[in-house]
């Protein structure tokens, strides 16, 4: 299940034991709808990892936090601490090598 973030409740749905991916995106971004599909398949397959969309717009203070400046970025957390950064549109093969490093 993908878990939707705000500025308020974003280390609350971060913090837990399991690796966590975030997804920053926003509506206008065209690579971010692309890769949309590809978070929410691995949301629903993959319950091992929590997994947590961030709209820009949305979330500014928690994008300024991690210094995002290009989206779509994804972050891939542990124990609270960001371990990687993608970029861009980037295949759900990556993504879940990326994270399964995490365990």
Known sequence: MVQIATNTNFTDITAGDKPVLVDFWAVWCGPCRMLSP???EIAEEHP????VKCNVD???DVAAQFGIRSIPTLLYIKDGEVKDR???VV???EILQRLNNLI
């Open 91 to 93: 295949s759900k093969d």
């Open 58 to 60: 949305d979330c500014d």
């Open 38 to 40: 590809t978070v929410d």
């Open 48 to 51: 091992e990892f929590q997994v």
């Open 86 to 88: 993608t970029v861009g």
